[in-house]
């Protein structure tokens, strides 16, 4: 739906669709249409190694998508696969090099690492859980993250360091709500639940 694409404020997706055709070509079509109309492009480049051929195949496909993105969410697991780093500094450093203003790097229990184009970073702590299954951890913080960002209605360009960090501490927060319920979509919280989150 091109007209979708052409209108929405964010286009979020997951390198999934990039293991095999048609949702391959499908995926950066609908992300070159989607930044084309002034959307923010959002990527999470998620590994599962059964869906790829080799690991050479599946690098090279989840990079070359990384030019068209401005917000960037790896795992801490994955950020070597990615971009050859284990230092999540280096790691967000090398990703803005593809032209990302922001880079999402999130380490489970620890919290967050959010880094921004102009080399300014931040390590955002997480909150207390109970875990009891963490399917739909990340996505579930993108969402939260992702809600905030088109919340505020500014460009991403205008955030500073501490307002950033506010968005990111809202996704840490969905996340810890997430991680609490067996599954992913039925585990996401409502707004009074992350707040409360949050206040606590």
């Known amino acids: 739906d091109r007209g979708l694409l052409e209108s929405c404020k964010i286009f979020h997706f997951g390198s999934l669709s990039l293991t095999d055709e048609p949702s391959k070509t499908a995926t950066k079509e609908a992300v070159k249409i989607a930044k084309a109309?002034?959307?923010?492009?959002?990527?999470?480049?998620?590994?599962?190694?059964?869906?790829?051929?080799?690991?050479?195949?599946?690098?090279?496909?989840?990079?070359?998508?990384?030019?068209?993105?401005?917000?960037?969410?790896?795992?801490?697991?994955?950020?070597?696969?990615?971009?050859?780093?284990?230092?999540?500094?280096?790691?967000?450093?090398?990703?803005?090099?593809?032209?990302?203003?922001?880079v999402l790097i999130t380490l489970g229990e620890k919290g967050s690492f959010v880094y921004l184009q102009d080399q300014?970073?931040?390590?955002?702590?997480?909150?207390?859980?109970?875990?009891?299954?963490?399917?739909?951890?990340?996505?579930?913080f993108m969402g939260g993250f992702l809600y905030k960002i088109c919340e505020s209605g500014k460009r991403i360009e205008e955030y500073s360091l501490q307002e950033m960090i506010e968005c990111v501490r809202f996704g840490n927060a969905v996340a810890s709500l997430c991680v609490e319920r067996e599954g992913a979509i039925p585990a996401m919280p409502v707004m009074e639940e992350v707040i409360k989150r949050i206040n606590s």
């Open 120 to 140: 300014q970073e931040a390590y955002v702590s997480g909150y207390s859980s109970k875990v009891v299954d963490t399917t739909g951890a990340g996505d579930s």
């Open 37 to 102: 109309a002034g959307a923010v492009i959002s990527y999470d480049p998620n590994y599962r190694a059964s869906l790829w051929d080799s690991q050479e195949e599946a690098c090279k496909w989840m990079r070359s998508i990384l030019e068209y993105a401005d917000i960037v969410k790896v795992s801490e697991e994955e950020i070597e696969l990615l971009t050859g780093y284990t230092d999540v500094r280096k790691a967000a450093e090398s990703i803005t090099e593809y032209g990302a203003k922001i």
